[in-house]
């Protein structure tokens, strides 16, 4: 099945920007999704087709998606996006959707 | 706005079956355009995509579960459901119903942890 890889953990200061990648073979000729998850919580679609928001969604979360690495920026940075951000793809030779699995953002 | 909510057995006894129930509210499952999924998440861990289901009936599982996952629909009730056999203490985790147009998964219900334990 198709593997994601992504980072288990970013840093990054309040007010900067904030990087997280996902890795996959020729990832940029699938669709990736992004969802956000804090402690206790479920997770939020934060991206989907690589770089679209959902409404309710701030601007400073985008995407973006080419070659191997598909990547979540998270513009000036608050601490309220302390969190776990997960990537994913739908896996057309098993029809079921794949996780990546799980960065940590931690704003410092 | 699309509501989801688990409900089942917190506590379950190991080589018994898991059920649970996800009752959907703010949207009809039988409108279609829509496939209603079953996600996991082992403690502390990542989450992983137990299988899905189209109002018609038409069902897909994670091969790692597919001998032991059943997920059917209730259209009446405006409900789907997940049956997982001969659950063992890997089994435990939290069980989240969601909603997307297959590919993605755009509205989540608050998730259930499921115990598998004598």
């Known amino acids: 099945s198709y593997v994601l890889t992504q980072p288990p953990s970013v840093s990054v200061a309040p007010g900067k920007t904030a990087r997280i990648t996902c890795g996959g073979n020729?990832?940029?000729?699938?669709?990736v999704h992004w969802y956000q998850q804090k402690p206790g919580q479920a997770p939020v679609l934060v991206i989907y087709y690589d770089s679209d928001r959902p409404s309710g969604i701030p601007e400073r979360f985008s995407g973006s998606n080419s070659g191997n690495t598909a990547t979540l920026t998270i513009s000036r940075v608050e601490a309220g996006d302390e969190a776990d951000y997960y990537c994913q793809v739908w896996d057309s030779s098993s029809d079921l959707g794949v996780f990546g699995g799980g960065t940590k953002l931690t704003v410092l | 706005q699309v509501q989801l909510q688990e409900s089942g057995p917190g506590l379950v006894k190991p080589s018994q079956t898991l059920s649970l129930t996800c009752t959907v509210s703010?949207?009809?499952?039988?409108?279609?355009?829509?496939?209603w999924s079953w996600i996991r998440q082992h403690p502390g861990k990542g989450l992983e995509w137990i299988g899905y289901i189209y109002y018609s009936g038409s069902t897909y599982y994670n091969p790692s579960l597919k001998s032991r996952v059943t997920i059917s629909v209730d259209t009446s009730k405006n409900q789907f459901s997940l049956k997982l056999s001969s659950v063992t203490a890997a089994d435990t985790a939290v069980y989240y119903c969601a909603r997307g147009p297959r590919e993605l998964l755009d509205y989540w219900g608050q998730g259930t942890l499921v115990t598998v334990s004598s």
């Open positions: 020729n990832i940029g000729s699938k669709s």
């Open positions: 703010g949207g009809s499952i039988s409108s279609g355009g829509y496939y």
